[in-house]
């Protein structure tokens, strides 16, 4: 199998303290900051930026995890509908700062239909979006990162891998493979 | 597994675990979506849904129609009593009708059994049974079933007892398919009567006393007397089917445990149910309204999301 490294696990850590830190900078004390995972992905990128940030500055952010499924626009367009995954946010965002996070930006697509979701429970007064890895000159929508890890070049035959140890890896890493390989 | 098995829900019969497993699961996430501030999602809104309803009902329609307006769907509503069904229309000429203004799902209730397997062989739509003659109500038993989940975790293993009228009831098969597709120990219960004759060949058990009934299971599930299929005297009055075969208070108090009492609606209060038990904290019957909107919401989604 065809695989290259993006991020190993030391780069990694250091990108999710970056993330803290720019967070940090950019949200004062974080009384109105909420964070989103976009699911199933995103969420994971949330847990770790949530157990950091409590190292970094014992700060106890307000969290959530968002679905976007029944608000995607391919549903009846695919071969196989996707499943659902759990909405799991236990506040309102009207007049938050909403920072949406998710692992790989690609055409774009999740985003909208994350924002679009993410309506129902609130108008946002201002909505930011933090990706591990930004793949570049693919979106379909006119979609940009306000945090990104690394910005990478892929063609469409290929596949951005995100593991994170919690999930059975060896270890955290991301990689950039052929799609038939995933 | 991401999809159904079938292109209509026809009946529990033809559905395999799986399917109502994952029915069960994608209900979890509409459950989740009826308790936001803004409770709908915006996945059907290219799918016209017709609701044709030959036969009265108020909250199976009511809940379907709910379910497709929050799925964002563009529902119309036929009732055969305002319909030229009344000028001699036949079935397929009154669907095919509907049809051609470009409805892309029926769902459908009907006095006769097998209407809507006749009709998904001679028609496009996906077809939803809401309700065929005395053959069965899918979603019923599928919001009931669910419901049993919620409250205790897992329909497997659990001892259900149907009470009542068992005859003439399309919830008590589609009800007896699903709760032992989902492995739970199914029950008959009601005066020899109102009990189809081989019902034990569908691996039920079969009793006539309440009180026993009542001792033997985990949830009661009371269905009403239908009066209106009723057509000779089935039993000598209301007042001695209360008196033999009605749930009430001072029976629950002789057990020596907690059962959940649950009723399809619409309640006969006093009949099949007294207001002491079907408004007792045992009862679980709003929650079985509140879950049929989240099981057909699921069931709308599912059967809506294979490739155009």
Avoid at chain 2, 79 to 98: F, M, P, Q, R, Y
Avoid at chain 2, 135 to 147: I, K, N, R, V, W
């Amino acid at each position: 199998m065809q695989k290259r490294l993006v991020l190993d696990q030391a780069q990694l850590s250091i990108t999710i303290s970056r993330f803290c830190h720019q967070l940090i900078e950019n949200h004062d004390d974080f009384a109105n900051t909420v964070l989103l995972g976009l699911q199933p992905r995103g969420s994971l990128v949330v847990d770790r930026i949530i157990s950091r940030m409590l190292e970094i500055q014992n700060v106890n952010l307000q969290f959530g995890y968002l679905d976007a499924t029944f608000h995607r626009d391919d549903f009846r367009r695919r071969d196989l509908p996707l499943r659902v995954n759990e909405t799991k946010i236990d506040f309102l965002i009207e007049n938050k700062k909403v920072v949406l996070v998710d692992d790989v930006l690609y055409k774009g697509r999740s985003v909208r239909a994350a924002m679009d979701a993410m309506i129902a429970f609130g108008r946002p007064q201002k909505v930011e979006l933090m990706v591990l890895i930004d793949r570049k000159f693919t979106r379909d929508f006119p979609i940009k990162p306000d945090y990104h890890g690394r910005q990478v070049n892929t063609l469409e035959s290929e596949y951005v891998m995100v593991e994170w140890r919690n999930q059975g890896f060896p270890a955290d890493a991301i990689w950039i493979t052929e799609k038939e390989s995933k | 597994m991401e999809q159904l098995n079938t292109r209509h829900l026809l009946g529990i019969k033809n559905l395999s675990t799986e399917d109502i497993q994952l029915i069960f699961e994608t209900a979890d996430s509409f459950k989740e979506v009826l308790n936001r501030p803004i409770k709908k999602v915006p996945s059907l809104r290219d799918i016209t849904i017709a609701n044709v309803f030959f036969e009265n009902s108020t909250r199976t329609k009511l809940s379907f129609e709910l379910a497709e307006k929050r799925l964002s769907a563009d529902v119309i509503n036929f009732a055969s009593s305002s319909s030229s069904v009344k000028k001699g229309e036949t079935l397929i000429d009154t669907v095919n009708n509907i049809l051609a203004m470009k409805v892309d799902m029926v769902v459908m209730r009907h006095g006769s059994a097998g209407a809507p397997h006749f009709l998904s062989r001679h028609i496009k739509a996906n077809i939803i049974n809401a309700g065929d003659g005395t053959h069965e109500h899918p979603t019923q038993a599928l919001l009931d079933a669910y419901s049993i989940r919620e409250k205790t975790g897992s329909v497997a293993g659990k001892k259900v007892a149907i009470i009542g009228d068992i005859l003439h009831s399309r919830v008590a098969l589609s009800n007896i398919f699903c709760l032992q597709k989902l492995g739970a120990e199914v029950m008959v219960c009601g005066p020899i009567t109102l009990l189809p004759k081989f019902i034990g060949a569908l691996g039920v058990k079969v009793e006539h006393d309440v009180g026993k009934a009542l001792r033997w299971c985990d949830v009661a599930n009371v269905l009403r007397i239908q009066l209106e299929r009723q057509q000779i005297k089935y039993f000598p009055s209301l007042r001695e089917y209360s008196l033999y075969f009605g749930v009430n208070k001072k029976l629950l108090e002789q057990l020596d445990k907690e059962i959940i009492i649950m009723h399809p609606g619409p309640i006969n209060r006093g009949v099949e149910i007294n207001s002491d038990v079907a408004d007792s904290e045992h009862s679980i019957i709003l929650q079985q309204v509140e879950n049929g909107v989240a099981i057909r919401m699921a069931v709308l989604y599912l059967l809506a999301g294979i490739k155009l």
